[in-house]
């Protein structure tokens, strides 16, 4: 099972960026999907997720307003469409599933590798 993560990179701050998360070894449409952050020596923050059905999202407070979750047509893929980056927002971002939506990460049941967003100022 893996969770592949793409799209991060850098980026001036106010700019935008879409990561994408592209599971593989089973399907995926029954499982919610989120995303999570984390920056050295901290602990993984919650950044948005997504339900199975694609109609419920939560968002972290930093998050609302400035960047949206969304489910491919395939519901297999997951998207994070960041706008108006901040260099606090400067973090490797994962991919995560798990049975039912959560915002902890003890509620996440797999984990992708991330992928780094850089955002200068």
């Known amino acids: 099972v893996q969770l592949q993560a793409s799209g991060g990179g850098l980026v001036q701050a106010g700019g935008s960026l879409r990561l994408s998360c592209a599971p593989s070894?089973?399907?995926?449409?029954?499982?919610?999907m989120g995303w999570f952050r984390q920056t050295p020596g901290k602990e993984r923050e919650f950044v948005a997720a997504?339900?199975?059905?694609?109609?419920?999202?939560k968002y972290a407070e930093f998050a609302e307003g400035r960047f949206t979750i969304s489910r491919g047509n395939a519901k297999n893929t997951v998207y994070l469409q960041m706008d108006s980056l901040k260099p606090e927002d400067t973090a490797t971002y994962l991919c995560?599933?798990?049975?039912?939506?959560?915002?902890?990460?003890?509620?996440?049941?797999?984990w992708g590798a991330g992928t780094l967003v850089t955002v200068s100022s």
């Open positions: 995560a599933a798990s049975t039912v939506i959560t915002t902890t990460p003890d509620g996440i049941e797999y």
């Open positions: 997504v339900s199975a059905a694609g109609r419920t999202t």
């Open positions: 070894g089973r399907t995926w449409n029954n499982a919610a």
